[in-house]
């Protein structure tokens, strides 16, 4: 078991990304990754900066405690859901709250919402896949726990020449945005930073700005852009909400010493919030561990039989 789940990192699947180029016969790609498919980008982007054309990092983060979840009610409620999803049905209306935000969900369409036509479409594609399997979720969380992109990595990646592009949705609840904008600057001067209105699927939620996105990359690429020129863009809100910006948003609230003791107190919840639910995965992990341990060690009843 220990050995499977060493097998999902996403520094392997890179080398798999790598492999099936070289079957492929291409020196150079533009490579476009999601969630987890963006941060094994990340690692093919260091492991071999000479074959990237561009690349395109979509709702992504920097692994490890970077993985963990917006912590509020809904997401609450949603956690306890899926542990206790059984049925197609169940782990769908899950799946639909955790990718789209509630206002594309709600949208009309036709005769009815959006939600129930998604709802259909995921029922549909979970009953003929099947549900995930335990092994198979439990090495997806691995392969993200595990991701870090280190600082010299990410210096290969600078200093390759390709122009990255970083494109998030800004109510996603599985990847924070906040982890994206810091992801982008630390590549600059050759990433920009594209904040759009919509979640975890922002793809299906706004496709048009996305493929926007990714052309204006494959055009600045083809047109060998620099990356300061491409970075030192000027910010451009557009009327769907999708501001594109070479840095990342920052806001800076004066205070007075109350002011700036609140903020203090709620930079401190904050860090003793990422601790405590680092335990609780230590915890998690460790039982599951154990559990896998006593799964396979469990005693075997064995019966003599005596010969006549």
């Keep these: 078991m220990n050995d499977l789940l060493f097998s999902f990192r996403t520094s392997i699947m890179a080398r798999d990304a790598l492999a099936l180029m070289d079957h492929l016969g291409w020196k150079k790609a ?10 094994i980008s990340c690692k093919l982007a260091a492991m071999a900066p000479h074959r990237m054309s561009s690349l395109a990092l979509l709702n992504v983060t920097g692994g490890g405690m970077e993985c963990f979840p917006k912590v509020d009610a809904q997401m609450l409620s949603l956690a306890f859901r ?14 639909l709250e955790t990718h789209y935000t509630k206002e594309y969900l709600d949208e009309e369409v036709g005769s009815c919402t959006r939600r129930a036509i998604l709802y259909k479409e995921y029922v549909k594609g979970i009953s003929s896949s099947g549900m995930q399997s335990n092994c198979g979720f439990e090495g997806q969380i691995n392969a993200c ?15 390759a020449g390709f122009l990255v592009s970083v494109i998030h949705g800004r109510h996603d609840i599985i990847a924070q945005v906040c982890h994206a ?5 630390r590549l600059l001067p050759a990433a920009r930073m594209v904040d759009l209105h919509g979640a975890h699927l922002v793809s299906h939620e706004r496709p048009e700005e996305v493929n926007n996105a990714l052309m204006d990359l494959i055009k600045a690429t083809k047109y060998a852009m620099a990356p ?3 970075s030192s863009q000027p910010e451009n809100t557009s009327e769907t ?20 003791a609140a903020v203090a107190a709620y930079n401190l919840l904050a860090k003793l919030q990422l601790s405590f639910l680092y335990v609780i995965g230590l915890i998690v992990m460790a039982f599951e561990h154990v559990r896998n341990i006593v799964r ?3 005693p ?3 019966v003599a039989i005596q010969s006549s």
């Design 228 to 230: 300061q020129e491409w």
């Design 181 to 185: 904008r810091w992801l982008a600057q």
């Design 241 to 260: 909400g999708a501001l594109i910006s070479a840095r990342p948003v920052t806001l800076t609230i004066r205070t007075g010493e109350a002011g700036n």
């Design 82 to 95: 899926f542990l206790r999803a059984r049925t197609p049905e169940q782990r769908a209306l899950v799946d």
């Design 300 to 302: 075997v009843r064995v």
């Design 296 to 298: 396979v060690t469990k």
């Design 145 to 159: 726990w595990t991701h870090k992109v280190t600082t010299k990595e990410l210096d290969t990646i600078r200093a």
């Design 30 to 39: 533009h490579v476009f990754g999601h969630s987890m498919g963006a941060m």
